[in-house]
């Protein structure tokens, strides 16, 4: 199942083989009544939720005794060449690895955190284009003005440069239901 509150999102998913599109948000989804799930996947999305401990407790009483849930997530700072104001953005709406496995112990989930790092090699122009087009929702609230400021600020550290190195940290954040036996 993929379940996303997008149309446009559902509207990739369904060109895909063997994935059902499901157009909902995850309090919804939670809430339905039928069926029990081994694995749950929160991909890049937790800065979206809201009243998220309540979501980690009927989560939990979605999955099977031996489930797994997972986030995928960004660290609160990230290490993205972002601009400062891009940066606060992110950092703003971006909630700790800390306060979320918190959240999940109180749900009564047990956690274990683990941080993938990786390097991707940019052609500077294709950044800066990623940046304009919002690439990231934590980047939507930003005008137009705010990003080519943003981009000219860049622009002092990586002048004469053709290429930037963009280093990503995923932060990968495995939970079960504490009662397994």
């Not at 369904?14 to 339905?32: D, Q, S, Y």
């Not at 274990?112 to 294709?126: G, L």
């Amino acid at each position: 199942l993929c379940i996303d509150p997008s149309d446009s999102m559902i509207a990739h998913a369904e060109r895909l083989e063997g994935v059902t599109p499901i157009c909902m948000g995850a309090h919804a989804f939670a809430e339905k009544t039928s069926g029990k799930y081994d694995k749950l996947l929160l991909k890049e999305m937790v800065h979206h939720l809201t009243d998220r401990i309540s979501l980690w407790n009927k989560l939990r009483g979605r999955m099977n005794k031996s489930g797994r849930l997972l986030i995928v997530t960004r660290p609160q700072i990230p290490r993205l060449p972002f601009f400062k104001a891009a940066l606060t953005r992110f950092s703003a709406g971006q909630p700790s690895s800390e306060s979320l496995t918190a959240e999940l112990r109180e749900a009564g989930f047990q956690t274990e955190v683990a941080v993938h790092s990786y390097t991707v090699n940019f052609k500077k122009e294709r950044w800066y284009d990623m940046l304009q087009n919002r690439f990231m929702s934590n980047l939507y609230a930003l005008t137009d003005d705010e990003i080519e400021a943003g981009i000219a600020e860049l622009e002092q550290t990586y002048c004469g440069k053709k290429m930037i190195a963009v280093r990503d940290d995923l932060l990968f954040i495995l939970s079960q239901p504490k009662d397994i036996s």
